[in-house]
């Protein structure tokens, strides 16, 4: 177990964070938005504690996309005027304050009562993606592309340890909805908006922000499977089907983003005048 906790989470991150490399910026920014964080804790959590306090962890890990929107727009709005510092004090107690208000909403068990508790949690998660689509600032920025030190890699990793072994270790103390909200911790988002506002300027961590909300979608598909199929199946099946939905939805949000992009009227100008934008 300690041996998973210090290796899971720090292998998914150093696959997605070195795709780039490897595969180039597509695959990169088409795996950044699969729950390579949140799904590894999700499955400690029910190795240590079962199914049915996975499920309800899954349940929160979905809710708590609003918790990450809302860290999001406390950085992306305080990241112009004020020093990385307080943009991430701002970020940080944006996310405190919703994440305690999901974590104090209760989870019932039964059939009916978890499908009660399903749908406002999935109503949190799309409150969270329509409030970030529509009301995060925005910028003309390209936030992709953006180099990669080793001593960035050594702290996303180090860092990823120490979620694990923080929401794990807790785990039992806290209980499942707080382990589910610790669980979706804005981890990437700490540290990409800090280096990235520290290396690029605030239009840089704008742009950076307001891309991570299209992998919402595929992070919110993972949890709602897992909050169902844990109570329903063994726990590598319902983990194979969540990862299974997630893969699939991202890849349909890509596409769609691709395709909604090229057929933009600022697109379809620039190819035919020939000129390059940030848009």
Known sequence: MLALKLTLVPSFLLIVSMSG????????????????VAGPILYLLVLQHGSSFGAHAATLSLAAILASEAFNFGYAWTCG????????????????????????????????AWSASTAWALGAAALGVGFGNAFLPRSRAIANGAPLTRIDL????????ALTLIVTALSGRLGASWSGVLAVFPLMGVVLSVSSHRAHGPAFVIALLRGMVAGRFSFGAFCLVLSFALTREPALAAFAQAAALAICVQALTKRLA????????ASNATRRNGIRTDS
Do not use: E, T, Y
Request: proline share 6%; net charge positive; charged share 5%.
């Open 154 to 161: 050594a702290g996303r990793m180090l860092a990823g340890i």
């Open 258 to 265: 691709q395709s909604r992009a090229s057929a933009s009227p």
């Open 21 to 36: 490399k490897w595969w180039g910026p597509a695959v990169a920014g088409w795996l950044a938005g699969l729950p390579v």
């Open 81 to 112: 005027v004020a020093h990385w510092r307080v943009a991430l004090a701002a970020g940080l107690a944006a996310w405190f304050a919703c994440a305690n208000a999901l974590a104090l909403l209760p989870i019932s068990s039964g059939a009916l």
